[in-house]
């Protein structure tokens, strides 16, 4: 890997670096932007004069009708200074390349070093004439435009902070003029040494040299000084290695003298858009004699045409309308943000040409950087081999950092009015007492109680709350269930044996069970041949329990000559329907069971289906079990309501079920008797509806059957075996709960005194 | 013969159900089962045959039927019988919703006409002048203290209170422990003929085991 | 929103019946008619989707390897011989009442039966389970209506005494069981209204 020597610390750097990576020194001449990069473009020169500094003067320079106004006017301002009588006025016979310059430059290499390390100060009258009216301008402080354009230097006197102040006095003589720079915006605001030193460019630090005479040179440090022959040995041209113009060596005189025009040519033309190696600066070449140089020749010139000072002066002169102001081309690149907000007022700047001095070109550029006023700031027009040169930061639509821009603008230290420095006293140090805010809230009442109903709610979800302990219930103990069967079925089987109940008949009756015998033996009184619609919504399995009930109705009603209707909601109710019908018929010979009853088909659906069968029945069961149509037999003629029923008897084992009957028919049938046998579990649940005579009349379970046979007597109708067995059933089960429940208290109690025995 | 090999069969299917009093066993699984098997094949007969070939499939068949409506239906039970395909279950949902809205509906009916109205009717009988009488006035109060006090037992709203939980207020309270009183009291009633009924059918069931014993019986 | 079209069909459909029956206007009433109807043949299919589900669970029961069953075999027998014999001869041909009279019957009135042993040694042990006075309460009244519903008290020879105290005893139960019966009512209303206003979906998968 090549390596670099640094100018600055002579330290070795990576040849790919552009800057030293111990000392951030520029590795490289054409990178010496400063740290600023393109930041520093307003106040820094522009690279072209950076590199075109220690080259002879263009021949623009050469005649005074070719000088514009403006710079005529400098001229002129400075030949009326004392020091400017001293220098020699410009002779439009002037060779590009003054004898002096001539000896200057064609000094040899190695003695360009000697120069740097001893700089020579020549005299004025070695200067050709634009140098020496440049310096001219500089040594004597009475620059025309650094007075008129240093509002800060004239008027601003009181105005500046302190710290400045004692600057100044401490460096008096005050040397702004050695900023100054002919065509730029310049304040003599004299600035801190550091500043000077590290982040101005090197050219101008050669021009305040110039203009101390070499008081500054015995300022330099050493170690810069004595790289020159490390820089040398490098190869490289770094802008300190670069003398200012007054004290350019012979040997770079005569590298000018060898220097073929074609470099020049090549300058303009973008040859610089690259790095120059050192080689392009090396004389290898014999350059033709100065006098052969034509004047006015385009290939020589145009490295400073009239367009590139536009360029970049235009660039100046916007940043300068930008209010960075004067104050700007003498600020550092790294405050030049910071200058921008700070700047004086545009009222209080005097501007530094007068709009008549201007030159035309000036004049042009001054209408953009009117439009800068609004806020637009127009690109400047820079040749395409300095748009080449700019850093990358420049080119780039937006500075990576742009938008971590510092916009905090220094109080006090030295850096007072500066923007996006670092603070000059710690943040601590600024700290001041937090406010005293009241501590109690200012809450009503109601408000509070919300809050304190909301932190009780928050409590209780996070309180935990202690688990209900379930006591584990474990199956019932097979000895304890066998021995509960063998005893039921031991007394079962004794009672329904022995046909002996442990009490009378019923005597008592209760009255839905009346009301139940009453108005089924009446039906025929008030309506001959009733037509009774019978619901079978009962399980196989609970038939037995009502069977007995529902076979002595079932031939009452024949008896009658009930026209019987039977309508199926269970599966098995229609087979059901048709055994007891069958059973029930037996009992009344003569009555006509084919003709006078009829089974419609099941009705699905249950609570939907008695809907669809109380508001319209034809529709709601249309067909009969056999697949007939149900409204042509003989019980059904004349029936196209449920109001053509004359009765309606719900032999059911469930409550739920008979609650769907009641709430889909009875309202449609409040006129006539509805009438229920349910099993013994369906009883208390419907229990209301008999008291709110929406049921008139009822039996229920075995004992109903009991009941029934008792209130209409029929022959063989009380079976007492199964009465018997009946009643026995029923006490032997409420003992056995009863004595459950007293071995549970008892264990309760003994539980109760070992708990406390044990305490 | 015939009516004496059915009776053999159910005595059998009886013992062998009962068997499970004594424990778990393979008699009683194979009644369990065949009982289940006979009971949905019977239903399904019983649904195709009186339900599903009357209402809908003859109506189709029907020239003078309204063929155009009964297609409703037709396309609803095609989707209902998706239910039967995990995949295509999804379309099953459109008829069962509307089952259940025709069935809320219906419920909603019966609600307020047969039971709301009527037994909230039914409790102030007791104080009509018709039936007014000392014990009748007895017992339409008791009749609708415990009513209500049932119902305020059912209301299980309250305020949360700060480290309480939620906190009825104490009218509710009293009524509520007295509803329980009531409840606990028809619990009870209803627990007994749940027993009387099983008691009454376990009876029968013995009655035809001995029947049979006796009839089969040489 | 679930099943959107779904819960349209069940509004819908359901507001319709409902104003039926508040508005007894003669195109309502025929048209509550008809979604009856359609209802009714709804619930068949319905029922007959439960039945053929049961039927493929049992007959997976046979082919799985893994959760084989052999009593699904007279479970399968026993529905397709019923079905199809109820299919070819008719539900209610003499033929076929033996099945629902001598094996219906017989076994679901047994099981019913055993359910006495159940409840009784159920009885027996509450309140071993639970002491609480709730729980002494519901076994009093548990045993005081197996009195009543014995029939014992039901003889000239009980005292007045003890006819009052059945009569107020007959009254209790009825109390709460209208208190229970208005609850069922309130809720059944509560549940409709719900499911008419899309609130409750249990159409939904």
Known sequence: MNTVVCPQCGSSNPDKNEFCQWCYAPLHPESTSGFGGSESASIDLPDWLKEAGPLPPSPTEASDEELPDWLLSLRQASETSDFGEEIQPTSGEESFLTPDLEKILSADKDEETETLTQPEPLAQEDLTEWISRLQGEEATEEAPFAAESTPLTGQSEEELPEWLKALREQEEPPVPETYVVEGEATSPLPEPEPFVAESLPEWLKDLSTLSEEGKEAETLPTEEVAQGPEVEEAGLITPEAIPPFTEIPENITAWFEETPASIFENRSSGVYESTPTPEEFTPTTELPPTDEIPEESPEVIPAFSEEDYAAWLDHLKIEETLEEGNLAAQIPAFVDNGIAETAPSPETIVPPFIESELPEWLAEAESPAEGAESGVTPAAQLPEWLEAMRPVEAVAPTPPHAEEEDTRIETSGPLAGFQGVLPGEPEALRYSRPPIHAVRLNVSEKQRAYAALLESLVTAESTPTPLRVQKQVTAPSPILRLAITIVLFAILITGWASATPPSALPTLFPAEAVAFATTINNLSAQHPAPRVLVGLDIDAGFLPEIHTATINTLSDLMRQDARLVFLPLQSNAPVLGLAMAQEAAQQIPGYALSEQSVHLGYLAGETTGLAAFAYQPRLGMATTLEGQPAWDTQPLIGVNSLQDFDAILLITDSGERARGWIEQLRPLFSERPFLVISSAQAAPYLAPYVQSEQINGMLTGLLGSILYTRLTPKVGGENLALWSAYQWGSLTIALLILLGALAGATQALFQAQKSRSKR | MTDALWSLIAFVLTLAVLSYAIGDNPLFRIAIYTFIGISAGYFAAILIDQVIIPRLITPLLSPSASVGLMAIPLLLSLLLLARLSRRLSFLGSLPMAFLVGVGAAVIINGALFGTLFTQVRAAGLPFTPAQSSPSGWLTGIVLLFGTMTTLVYFQFTGRREPGKGIVRSPWVEWMARIGQVFIAITLGAFFAGVILASLTVLIGRLDFILQSINTLAP | ?205
């Open chain 3, 1 to 205: 929103m679930r099943s959107p079209v779904a819960t349209a069909i069940a509004i819908g459909v359901g507001l319709i019946v409902l104003l039926s029956y508040l508005f007894p206007l003669p195109v309502l009433a025929s048209i509550r008619m008809l979604f009856l109807d359609w209802a009714i043949i709804l619930a068949a299919v319905a029922g007959l989707v439960a039945i053929l589900n049961l039927f493929s669970v049992h007959w997976r029961k046979i082919g799985s390897p893994r959760e084989r069953d052999y009593y699904s075999l007279f479970f399968i027998l026993g529905f397709i011989f019923t079905a199809i014999l109820g299919l070819l001869l008719g539900p209610t041909d003499e033929r076929i009442r033996p099945l629902i009279t001598s094996v219906q019957l017989p076994v679901e009135a047994s099981l019913v039966g055993l359910l006495t042993i159940t409840f009784v040694v159920s009885a027996v042990r509450l309140f071993a389970l639970h002491r609480s006075w709730i729980s002494g309460l519901f076994l009093a009244s548990t045993i005081v209506f197996l009195l009543v519903g014995s029939g014992i008290f039901l003889t000239n020879d009980t005292s007045p005494v003890i006819k009052e105290v059945l009569t107020i005893l007959n009254i209790l139960p009825g109390a709460g069981a209208r208190g229970i019966l208005l609850g069922i009512a309130l809720g059944s209303l509560l549940t409709g209204l719900r499911i008419l206003l899309g609130m409750d979906r249990p159409y939904s998968e």
